[in-house]
Structure formats: C-alpha cells, structure tokens
C-alpha cells in the first residue's frame, strides 16, 4: 500500500471516530436537552393565563418591586390596568405581558382585542417576595421549620420553632421586611416555669439579731460569729446577700430571725406560667373610692392592695431564663386621708420594683432596699392628774421610737414539666395518719406517723378504722 492509501484509509477511521463520538454526544444530552426544555415549559405553563370574556379567570401573584412575564391564552391589542399604582403593565407582544409590582395591594387588568372587545379579565396581586423573605429566615434559623406566605398582602409566619425565643426572633427579622406580620407559628415543646417568691419584711439591724460581725480583709468580705463590732446600719438585705454568696441556709437564718421577732414573711407565692406569657398573683385586697362621671354621678371603683408579683418567663437556649419580675407591696396609710365630701379615701404606701435578669434552672437572686422607716410617739400619763396645768408634767411622759423595715424579695426560677397520667402527687400529710380515739385519749397524740402505728399496732392494715362509722338502715324495694 503507497503513501497516498495509507492516509486515505486514516482519514476514513478518524471521521467515523469523529462521527461516533458526536453521535455518543447528541445521545447524551438529549435527556438533559428534554429535562430543560421540559422544565421551561412548566415554567412557562405556571405563567399563562387562560382568558375567558364572560368571567375573571385566574389571579397572578406578583413580588413587590420584581417583574414576571405572563403569556395569556388568546392576543389582544390593548390592556386597561385598574389600579396603576399598585401593577405596572407593559405588552411584550400579542400574547405577553411584563407586569411590575410597584405596591403591595391587588388590582384587576382588562386585557382587549383589536375591536376593542373583552378579551378577558385577570387580577394581579403584588406582595412581599416570601421566597426571598423564607430563605432568609431558613439561613438565619436552621433549626426553625418557618413557612411564610400573605395574607391580603400582609406577611404570615407558620409552622414550628424550637423555643419562644427563636419565634420571637423570626418575627422580629420577618419584621425588617413589613410591620405588619402575622403570626402563626407555634412552640414544638412550650416549657414551664416554675417561680418560687418570698417576700420577707425584717429589721434593717436584723443582722445584729444573728450575731454577725462583718469584716472586711482587702477584697474580701468576711462574716464570723459574735456580737462585737457589728456594723448597726447594715440593712438586711445586704446581710442576705453576703450570706447567700457564703452559703447560709436562707430558711434556718429567717426561721431564726421570726423566732426573735425581728423579721416576718409577707407570702410565699409559687406560680407556673408558660414561656413567654405572665402570670400574677395578689394577696391583700381592694378599697373602694369615690370617682367623679359624667351628668355629676359618682362611681365607685376599687383600687388593689397588699403583697403582689408579676412575672413572664422566656426560656433562652442551653436553659437560661430571662425573667421579667414585677413585685410589690403595699398597705393602706390611715394618716393621710383625702376628704371627699363626707368619704375619707386612705392614702397607699408602696414600695414597687421592677427588673430582667437571666438565671439558670434553681438558680436564686434577692431584691432588697426597699426600706420604710416608721415613726410613733408614745405617750404615758396618770388620768386628771397630768391634764393639770404646770405640776401635771410630772405624771405624764412621752417616747419616740423609729423602726426601719428593709422588704427583701427572694425569687427561684424552675423548669417544671407536667406529671404523667396516674402519678399521684405527695403532700405534707402523706406521713401521717389521723389519730383514733386511743391514740388521742389514751396517748394524747393529734397525729400519728407511720413509725409510730407499727409500734403501737403494727401493720396499718390491721390498725382499727378511723372517724365515724354510720349504720344506715337499708333501703328495700317500695320503702
């Protein structure tokens, strides 16, 4: 075979390679040449609108400030825009049109033919883009499954978070995008709090009661036992304080305090709230007061008094608790009264606080310094006598005393969930049991524990039964 062949023969192999892979190659992306062509036409299919004269076919959804392209059943030659602050309309050609949102709102486009015919009718609404809005959302808070669509072009937040402070926040964010969001999300697991509060009145020298010496050694603040160098205007609050940093018992110090009378507990509410919402509480009462209404009439209405709490709890992540606590006391102030005609309207002392702080489950904190100083005059004198003029000074005497009161507010946060179906809650009375009549005649006993039956009568079961035992006559057929 020469030269010339030989190059006749490769260049045949070479084209039939060539023809071979480009065939390979048409093969292979025809599938993904009919996925696309296939998915534009659904794209296309999403965006037509079918025109009818006689009725208002579909309605489009358009996000504010983008433009969609709409392809419409049949050609017209004219389009009549309702409301042209709300949509923009521009033909494109005879079966399309690109309408731009410029306002949240809706409006209705009339599209018509070249005899100026109705073609057809079609509404345009033009709202918040929620796709961009949901990405967002979905970037920021993973853990959140947040979907967002509109409501009358108002946004609407649905679905589930995690906890009351991611819903808080997804609707803060949703929020930067229109301020008029509604919500309807819930919590997966809506967690409890439970909050213990003490409300604790004792003397501002309530320290020197417990016989606390306070010194202080550069930083450090140090307590021992004895009455020596007591610091006197040390209010109690700040003695609680230093205590519960030191580890004391906060009970055994104010059982020992009310057992020397320098110190009482107000209340000792304990309320449950869900996260995020507020629970109160109120012991005390009302006073009516006179108030002046229309046509010269007088209504009564009620003002509140006494020991009162507000809190609302949000559970943080990790179990952190924010807490926002309103406590306050008050009492009624016979001294300074307001005459309102012949009606005395007492006046109110009250001491008020307000604070947030961000505890952990069990964690305590204390409020003190709300103090109250009360000054009385006594005065001692013998009848007749001491009213004499001159020599009646002799057989009367007057005292001063002032008291200063120091209200400290003890509050704990829990996480509290509730019991199973069937379990059955403990009480203080389950280790006791009521006396009969030997155990109150003969051992004198107003309650028995358990320890003290299976001395005296072993077993409870074989213990005799206890109250009143009724024999009622029996009930017979026609009596």
């Given at each position: 075979?020469?030269?010339?062949?030989?190059?006749?023969?490769?260049?045949?192999?070479?084209?039939?390679?060539?023809?071979?892979w480009?065939?390979?190659?048409?093969?292979?992306?025809?599938?993904?040449?009919s996925?696309?062509?296939?998915?534009?036409?659904?794209?296309?299919?999403?965006?037509?609108?079918?025109?009818?004269?006689?009725?208002?076919?579909?309605?489009?959804?358009?996000?504010?400030?983008?433009?969609?392209?709409?392809?419409?059943?049949a050609?017209?030659?004219?389009?009549?825009?309702?409301?042209?602050?709300?949509?923009?309309?521009?033909?494109?050609?005879?079966?399309?049109l690109s309408?731009?949102?410029?306002?949240?709102?809706?409006?209705?486009?009339?599209?018509?033919?070249?005899?100026?015919?109705?073609v057809?009718?079609?509404d345009?609404?033009?709202?918040?883009?929620?796709?961009?809005?949901?990405?967002?959302?979905?970037?920021?808070?993973?853990?959140?499954?947040?979907?967002?669509?509109?409501?009358?072009?108002?946004?609407?937040?649905?679905?589930?978070?995690?906890?009351?402070?991611?819903l808080?926040?997804?609707?803060?964010?949703?929020?930067?995008?229109?301020p008029?969001?509604?919500?309807?999300?819930?919590?997966?697991?809506?967690?409890?709090?439970?909050?213990?509060?003490?409300?604790?009145?004792?003397?501002?020298?309530?320290?020197?009661?417990?016989?606390?010496?306070?010194?202080?050694?550069?930083?450090?603040?140090?307590?021992?036992?004895?009455?020596?160098?007591?610091?006197?205007?040390?209010?109690?609050?700040?003695?609680?304080?230093?205590?519960?940093d030191?580890?004391?018992?906060?009970?055994?110090?104010?059982?020992a305090?009310?057992?020397?009378g320098?110190?009482?507990?107000?209340?000792?509410?304990?309320?449950?709230?869900?996260?995020?919402?507020t629970?109160?509480?109120?012991?005390?009462?009302?006073?009516?007061?006179?108030?002046?209404?229309q046509?010269?009439?007088?209504?009564?209405?009620?003002?509140?008094?006494?020991?009162?709490?507000?809190?609302?709890?949000?559970?943080?992540?990790?179990?952190?608790?924010?807490?926002?606590?309103?406590?306050?006391?008050s009492?009624?102030?016979?001294?300074?009264?307001?005459?309102?005609?012949?009606?005395?309207?007492p006046?109110?002392?009250?001491?008020?606080?307000?604070?947030?702080?961000?505890?952990?489950?069990?964690?305590?904190?204390?409020?003190?310094?709300?103090?109250?100083?009360t000054?009385?005059?006594?005065?001692?004198?013998?009848p007749?006598?001491?009213?004499?003029?001159?020599?009646?000074?002799?057989f009367?005497?007057?005292?001063?005393q002032?008291?200063?009161t120091?209200?400290?507010?003890?509050?704990?946060?829990?996480?509290?969930?509730?019991t199973?179906?069937?379990?059955?809650?403990?009480?203080?009375?389950?280790?006791?049991?009521?006396?009969?009549?030997?155990?109150?005649?003969?051992?004198?006993?107003?309650?028995?524990?358990?320890?003290?039956?299976?001395?005296?009568?072993?077993?409870?079961?074989q213990?005799?039964?206890?109250?009143?035992?009724?024999?009622?006559?029996?009930?017979?057929?026609?009596?």
């Open positions: 075979m020469n030269t010339k062949q030989s190059n006749l023969v490769g260049w045949a192999l070479f084209r039939r390679a060539t023809i071979s480009l065939v390979a190659l048409l093969a292979l992306s025809s599938p993904l040449a996925i696309a062509a296939s998915e534009a036409q659904a794209q296309a299919n999403k965006r037509l609108v079918k025109l009818s004269p006689n009725e208002r076919t579909s309605q489009v959804l358009v996000p504010l400030g983008k433009s969609e392209n709409i392809r419409t059943s050609g017209f030659a004219d389009v009549v825009v309702g409301d042209p602050e709300i949509a923009d309309v521009m033909p494109l050609t005879d079966r399309t309408v731009l949102g410029r306002k949240v709102g809706l409006t209705r486009i009339s599209v018509y033919g070249e005899g100026k015919q109705l057809g009718v079609f345009v609404e033009v709202s918040h883009d929620t796709n961009a809005i949901a990405g967002a959302i979905r970037a920021q808070f993973p853990e959140a499954k947040v979907r967002v669509s509109t409501v009358n072009g108002r946004i609407m937040l649905s679905g589930v978070v995690p906890d009351a402070v991611t808080d926040k997804a609707l803060q964010f949703a929020k930067q995008f229109s008029d969001v509604i919500n309807s999300m819930s919590v997966a697991q809506p967690q409890q709090v439970l909050l213990e509060v003490r409300f604790i009145e004792a003397s501002r020298n309530a320290g020197r009661e417990l016989g606390i010496r306070w010194d202080v050694a550069g930083n450090n603040l140090l307590a021992t036992a004895g009455t020596a160098g007591v610091l006197s205007g040390t209010p109690f609050g700040s003695v609680l304080g230093r205590l519960i030191r580890g004391v018992k906060v009970d055994a110090m104010i059982n305090l009310e057992e020397k320098v110190a009482r507990r107000l209340a000792e509410p304990n309320l449950v709230a869900l996260s995020g919402d629970a109160s509480f109120l012991a005390g009462g009302e006073f009516p007061f006179p108030v002046a209404s046509f010269n009439q007088v209504t009564i209405q009620f003002k509140k008094f006494g020991v009162g709490l507000a809190f609302t709890p949000t559970v943080l992540s990790h179990g952190l608790i924010n807490l926002k606590i309103e406590p306050e006391v009492q009624l102030d016979p001294t300074n009264v307001v005459q309102v005609g012949n009606i005395a309207v006046s109110l002392i009250v001491r008020r606080a307000s604070t947030t702080i961000e505890l952990r489950d069990g964690q305590s904190f204390a409020i003190a310094g709300l103090l109250q100083a000054n009385s005059t006594t005065a001692d004198q013998l007749w006598i001491a009213e004499v003029p001159v020599i009646g000074s002799l009367r005497s007057a005292s001063f002032k008291r200063e120091d209200l400290v507010i003890i509050v704990t946060p829990r996480l509290v969930r509730p199973r179906p069937g379990d059955v809650l403990r009480t203080p009375l389950d280790a006791t049991v009521p006396p009969n009549d030997n155990d109150l005649f003969l051992y004198g006993k107003m309650e028995m524990t358990a320890a003290d039956v299976r001395k005296l009568y072993g077993p409870i079961t213990r005799s039964q206890v109250g009143h035992q009724l024999d009622l006559p029996e009930i017979t057929n026609g009596h």
